[in-house]
């Protein structure tokens, strides 16, 4: 465990002790789970985000196929029976 030192304002101070206090925990162990929740939020997506990434899916979703699906399969089937086997360098 590291020791650390912060300065906190006088209203954030006493929501962590009454927090403390009506869980019976210590002041260290409610600020380390909040940091846990609050790091666990920071990995999803924002609103904004997931909204640009969408927009993305959409743009090439509605674009014309570049190849006959026919050529699209027929390169699926050689990567599901590579994996399959085990795949090898190509030789050269």
């Known amino acids: 465990m590291v020791k650390a ?9 006493q ?10 925990k210590a002041q260290s162990l409610v600020v380390r789970e909040a940091i846990a929740v609050y790091a666990s939020r920071e990995e999803k997506l924002s609103d904004e985000e997931r909204a640009r990434k969408l927009r993305v899916i959409d743009n090439l ?3 014309a196929p570049t190849r006959p699906q026919a ?4 390169e699926l089937r050689e990567i599901r029976r590579g994996r399959r086997l085990g795949w090898r360098r190509p030789a050269e």
């Open 5 to 13: 030192t912060f300065t906190l304002d006088d209203e954030t101070m």
């Open 15 to 24: 929501t962590i002790r009454a927090i403390a206090e009506r869980k019976k």
């Open 61 to 63: 979703m509605s674009r």
């Open 71 to 74: 050529e699209v399969d027929e």
